[in-house]
């Protein structure tokens, strides 16, 4: 029911609408434009999900969301950070829990990656739930370290070790 594979053409007018809707993007980097445009949906399609380790989440045959983690550099290169978002109406039905666990899962077993991490708005309490539901554990709160929208948010920083015997802690 739940599917992670590549993004694709069909899917640039779900992108659209889901990332032109405020609730979705409220708690996402400001590097996704608003608006968000068809132009910006087709360079995310051909281009910028082929950057890091990225997946489009499908429901039913249908592109609810995304996930990624993108892999530190240098002397961190062993750590990479989790991102993903989930269609408004999608939300509370298990699929970003299901989602994180099986990507958490494939990033352990198919990389060199032993830490990975996910930055959260502190107002963001359902994300912070669905990472702890999963394993993920608070790490650090770093105090006024985003600002977006005109107001600061302390980061809520969450974080999930592979263990030494390739297992996910």
């Not at 039905?93 to 994180?100: L, R």
Request: aromatic share 14%; glycine share 4%; charged share 25%.
């Amino acid at each position: 029911m739940i599917k992670l594979r590549e993004f694709k053409e069909e899917d640039i007018t779900d992108l659209i609408q889901i990332l032109n809707n405020t609730d979705v993007t409220k708690f996402l980097s400001a590097k996704i434009p608003a608006p968000y445009t068809e132009d910006d949906a087709h360079w995310w399609v051909t281009s910028g999900s082929l950057m890091g380790i990225t997946r489009a989440i499908e429901y039913k045959g249908r592109l609810v969301g995304c996930i990624s983690v993108e892999r530190a550099e240098f002397e961190y290169s062993r750590s990479g950070e989790l991102g993903y978002w989930i269609a408004q109406e999608y939300w509370r039905k298990g699929i970003a829990t299901h989602a994180i666990n099986e990507f958490t899962k494939y990033i352990f077993e198919n990389t060199d990656i032993v830490r990975i991490f996910a930055a959260v708005f502190s107002d963001n309490t359902p994300s912070a739930h669905v990472l702890k539901k999963c394993g993920y554990s608070l790490e650090a709160i770093h105090k006024q370290a985003m600002f977006k929208n005109d107001k600061f948010y302390d980061n809520h920083l969450y974080c999930k070790l592979k263990t030494l015997d390739s297992e996910v802690a």
